[in-house]
């Protein structure tokens, strides 16, 4: 049995990386080994809706910071007072029965796992416009003018992280079919290489 894979998609707001996420295994699953998609652990309140376990781990900050010291987790941040991060028992075991793991994380929390996964594919997400991204951020209709400004800025600073990934996808509009074929082509690409260290065991 080959060990899994971590794939880590990062990609600014509007990207579109769930919908490129859900598009490929719709169309490309079956051909694809199991997923599973990482879940953070996060001390902010859980809102009215989230179950836990599936959107966050949600735990208050002491017990965060007893998992962050005991070297529970694969990365973290802290974003708007809140602390965000990555259980590391749940990935690791999810790899060694072989599956390929998920993680969609902001490019800070992608580079920590980069140092701690030596094997881990980074993904980034974008169209090859701004004015691409804008337009779905305005298509929501969710955000105000501050908001989406904020986000095409927080966008373009993402963006000079990119030379730190393995690969990119473009998710330009009425493309999401190419992203989607591309993101699978990409996962049996790396399972399929005797490189980055990976474990390979044949059965008997």
Not at 4 to 24: A, F
Not at 38 to 54: F, I, K, L, N
Not at 69 to 95: C, I, S
Not at 154 to 167: F, P, R, V
């Amino acid at each position: 049995m080959i060990e899994g894979l971590p794939i880590v998609l990062s990609g600014p707001s509007g990207s579109g990386k769930s919908t490129v996420i859900r598009t490929m295994l719709e169309k490309y699953g079956r051909f694809l080994p199991h997923f599973y998609f990482s879940v953070s652990a996060t001390t902010r309140a859980r809102r009215e809706g989230e179950q836990e376990g599936v959107h966050y781990h949600f735990v208050d900050r002491d017990t965060f910071g007893q998992w962050r010291r005991d070297g529970e987790l694969l990365e973290w941040a802290e974003f708007a007072g809140n602390l965000y991060g990555t259980p590391r028992r749940p990935v690791k075991q999810h790899l060694a029965n072989g599956e390929t793991v998920l993680l969609d994380l902001e490019t800070h929390g992608a580079l920590q796992i980069k140092t701690a996964m030596h094997q881990a594919i980074l993904v980034f997400v974008v169209p090859e416009k701004l004015s691409y991204l804008e337009k779905r951020l305005r298509a929501r209709a969710t955000e105000n003018e501050e908001t989406i400004a904020r986000r095409i800025q927080t966008a373009k600073h993402e963006l000079q992280a990119i030379g730190e990934y393995h690969y990119v996808i473009f998710n330009n509009e009425n493309e999401v079919d190419k992203a989607a074929f591309e993101l699978a082509a990409i996962i049996a690409h790396d399972r399929c290489r005797l490189a980055r260290g990976r474990h390979l065991k044949i059965q008997e």
